[in-house]
């Protein structure tokens, strides 16, 4: 390990389906109301990706595909393609981030995808910088990406309100000048099964009629307990973060947090005594789009990013799985 070494983001990609699932098109489908979703929520509409035959590399890919061509690097250079997603294009194999690499032409790349549910991005995050603090690569595509529409059952008013897809892409480097990732903390703990899964189609039970007639392929989410440990976990990583980084709120330049909901993103900055305006929000537009989420913020907001910028972290997801980091914007 060179301590000089950081992993700094040096671009920043977005890419959502065109298609727009309004709360008003889902009054249509299930009970619910627009004052019900956006009171509870802060979500007006979602994107869904409706083209016949393609999974998550699709979005990866084209928000891929514009990073390369807005960064002017050549695909060959890049070391390691990291995908972070729930919903590979394949479950068991071959990797998403395989995909990706071939169709973007990343053939000196080493390839793989990183699973911890909705933070994902954030542990592959600080996967990425490991590798290039080593010195082993100095430069790693990753890419957040997720087809949540691919796993939400469209009759229950419970979840199908809450997800969208969409893909979000970060070129990370090595950095001389002390920007990049600073610090991260990442924890998990098991008891998050009951409350969020999707019960079939892995090892444990495998599709079959009886799985698709009881509609065990589609999340399955116990929300209210969910709310509550996401805003804890997600307080516990952002003190620890800014603890141990001698920081305090008035040192953050902005927290981009996973956007599972608009008053678990306040409440959680709530309780960290975080203002308002330092907060990035995406979720009104396109829901939780799991790994995206994060990327996508950064996306949304990288005309109002500064080099020196004291960025932190929070996500929190199935698993359960949470975390911080601390990053220093490097452009
Ligand atoms: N429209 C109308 N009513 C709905 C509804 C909908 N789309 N979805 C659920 N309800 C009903 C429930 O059936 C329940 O009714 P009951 O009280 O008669 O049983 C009631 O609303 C629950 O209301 P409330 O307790 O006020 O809900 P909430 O404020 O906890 O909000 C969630 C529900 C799901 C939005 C919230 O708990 C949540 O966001 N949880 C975390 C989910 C999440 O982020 N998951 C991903 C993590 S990465």
């Known amino acids: 390990m ?38 509870r929520t802060g979500i007006q509409e979602r994107r869904i990706l409706k083209e016949p035959g393609v999974g998550c ?11 390369l061509e807005k960064t002017c690097i050549d695909p060959q250079s ?15 194999y071959p990797g998403t981030s395989n995909i990706i690499s071939k169709a973007i032409g990343a053939v000196n790349a080493f390839a793989m995808d990183l699973q911890a549910g909705c933070s994902s991005f954030l542990f592959s995050m600080q996967t990425a910088a490991m590798y290039i603090e080593s010195g082993q690569y100095k430069r790693v595509l990753l890419v957040g990406v997720d087809k949540m529409s691919s796993l939400v059952d469209y009759t229950d008013r419970e979840t199908c309100i809450l997800f969208g897809d969409g893909a979000g892409v970060v070129l990370l480097e090595a950095n001389a000048e002390g920007n990049g990732i600073q610090d991260a903390y990442m924890r998990s703990d098991g008891e998050g099964v009951d409350y969020l899964h999707v019960p ?25 307990p969910v709310y509550k440990f996401a805003v804890n976990k997600m307080v516990e990583a952002g ?58 913020s950064l996306f949304e907001y990288e005309s109002q990013l500064k080099k020196g910028d004291k960025i932190l972290f929070v996500s929190f997801g199935g698993g359960f799985a949470w975390g911080g980091l601390y990053m220093k914007w490097a452009y």
């Open 78 to 92: 890049i070391d390691m393609v990291l995908v972070a997603t729930v919903t590979p294009d394949y479950v068991h």
């Open 2 to 39: 060179n301590p000089k070494i950081k992993a700094a983001i040096v671009g920043v990609e977005g890419y959502t389906p065109d298609f727009i699932l309004s709360n008003s098109d889902l009054e249509k489908m299930v009970d619910t109301s627009n004052e019900w979703i956006v009171t």
């Open 200 to 224: 079939a189609g892995g090892s444990m039970l495998p599709a079959s009629v009886e799985t698709v007639t009881g509609k065990k392929h589609f999340m399955f989410q116990n929300g209210v």
């Open 57 to 67: 590399s699709y979005m990866g890919i084209h928000a891929a595909a514009r990073l």
């Open 239 to 296: 003190a620890i973060i800014l603890e141990r980084n001698g920081l305090t709120v008035a040192d953050i330049d902005w927290v981009v947090s996973h956007q599972a909901n608009k008053r678990i993103i306040q409440a959680t900055a709530e309780r960290l005594q975080i203002p308002e305006e330092k907060l990035m929000f995406t979720i009104h537009k396109y829901g939780n789009t799991s790994n995206a989420s994060m990327p996508l």
